[in-house]
């Protein structure tokens, strides 16, 4: 049984910086892609920034040079720290993970059905 948990988020001041996590149980995660997807109020969910198995990255163009995403495969932990948070950046934020072993890079994608498993969301607030 594969479980997501996020943690890590809260309300900040734009500017400000926060460091999310997802601990995954039941997986394993250097053999899989993952990413981080969000959804804003009123909103569809989007993808923010996907992870290869060998640790080729994908990001949005909203969150380049802002966010970086990377993974603990020993301590099964995917991380996004998010640096120079924006209003505009608030959301609910998603782990997910996907079930196809070592994907190629040219694979990755930002797009949701890529992804089949999912956390249940930590909110992050920027004002």
């Known amino acids: 049984h594969v479980q997501l948990v996020e943690s890590g988020g809260g309300s900040v001041q734009a500017g400000g910086s926060l460091r999310l996590s997802c601990a995954a149980s039941g997986y394993t995660i250097s053999s899989y892609c993952m990413g981080w997807f969000r959804q804003a109020p009123g909103k569809g969910r989007e993808g923010v920034a996907t992870?290869?198995?060998?640790?080729?990255?994908k990001y949005a163009d909203s969150v380049k040079g802002r966010f970086t995403i990377s993974k603990d495969n020993a301590k099964k932990t995917l991380f996004l720290q998010m640096n120079s948070l924006k209003p505009d950046d608030t959301a609910m934020y998603y782990c997910a993970a996907d079930d196809w072993p070592f994907l190629p890079r040219g694979e990755l994608s930002l797009a949701q059905d890529q992804f089949r498993y999912w956390g249940q969301g930590t909110q992050v607030t920027v004002s």
């Open positions: 992870i290869t198995s060998d640790g080729y990255t």
